[in-house]
């Protein structure tokens, strides 16, 4: 069976304070091979396919040079008189998931993390329920056992019982922990790439990026437009945060009927993720159509630079 996700879940994933590296695809890797050598997990390999939005066939086969996020968690550390419910209120979009944060951490909730404690911040994605999918099979999809459709409903917050395609749900991943190797590596990279100031920048901009959604939801598009605009201004942002944002101008535009900038902008997230795609299920087919254009156009410009000489992605990833 062909796994399909949604769009918005490959867009909001770039929404959440916790980070994704940012791996380019060699010859001959699988998804399975990239999360036994960045979880030491294999079945770990649906949490990179859910994050990345992919269409893939079951294989998990990919293409050179596709760049793949990596999800992971985020490590904070306690400050005095921290609570679960702000940090909570912080990172996971609401105070009262303060309870699921302290379970995910092995704690209790009335027990409040002592300073200088490293907490673990779960990596969330939004999945968007498929034809024949449900809470249970999505709950067994990403927890196996581990967790109960009804925990993943209250971490919702929400009361609905019956779920159907279209629907969504956050996720929260907290098993998406680096082997030691790989984090070190990624880690200096990162400090030789970023600043700290870029850093905080980074979890600033997801915040903003996160509140695109209910605006392009609630009709409000000059204010999404002007809103992503000022992201992209302030710079620093990583790879899939400026995917996450070109996405949403683009809808912003073709929604305003300004189609000649929602392709600029769709143009601008397929040359950083060539392999993208939109769903047939979410999108509407008037956005689909400039989304398939610019594809298209993206497609035929590589195309050329190859037969003009044009040397390929060495396949090499970000952390080597």
Do not use: C
């Amino acid at each position: 069976m062909i796994h399909r996700l949604a769009l918005f879940a490959a867009v909001l994933l770039y929404t959440t304070s916790a980070a994704a590296w940012t791996h380019i695809a060699r010859i001959d890797e699988t998804l399975e091979h990239l999360a036994m050598k960045y979880y030491g997990n294999p079945k770990l390999a649906i949490v990179i396919r859910a994050a990345n939005g992919f269409v893939h066939p079951d294989d998990g086969s990919l293409t050179r040079g596709e760049r793949i996020e990596i999800p992971e968690v985020h490590y904070h550390r306690i400050r005095d008189n921290e609570t679960w419910t702000e940090l909570a209120d912080q990172y996971l979009g609401s105070p009262k998931r303060g309870r699921y944060l302290a379970q995910m951490n092995g704690s209790e909730y009335a027990h409040q993390p002592a300073e200088n404690e490293i907490v673990k911040i779960p990596y969330q994605i939004l999945h968007i329920l498929a034809e024949d999918e449900t809470l249970k099979s999505v709950t067994r999809l990403y927890f196996n056992h581990s967790r109960s459709p009804r925990w993943l409903r209250n971490y919702n917050l929400t009361g609905k019982r019956k779920f159907s395609r279209g629907d969504t749900l956050l996720v929260p991943l907290y098993e998406v922990e680096l082997v030691d190797a790989e984090r070190e590596k990624i880690e200096a990279q990162r400090a030789a790439r970023y600043t700290v100031e870029d850093r905080q920048s980074q979890i600033e901009a997801a915040e903003d990026i996160a509140a695109l959604k209910p605006m392009y939801d609630n009709g409000e598009y000059i204010k999404l437009v002007a809103t992503a605009s000022q992201i992209l201004g302030r710079g620093s942002l990583t790879g899939p945060q400026m995917i996450g944002v070109y996405q949403f101008l683009a809808f912003g535009y073709v929604a305003l009927d300004r189609n000649e900038l929602g392709l600029k902008y769709f143009k601008m997230a397929l040359k950083i993720q060539p392999t993208m795609d939109l769903s047939p299920i979410t999108t509407s087919p008037k956005i689909l159509a400039i989304f398939n254009k610019a594809k298209k156009t993206v497609m035929l410009s590589s195309i050329a630079k190859t037969l003009d000489g044009g040397t390929a992605d060495d396949g090499a990833t970000d952390n080597d």
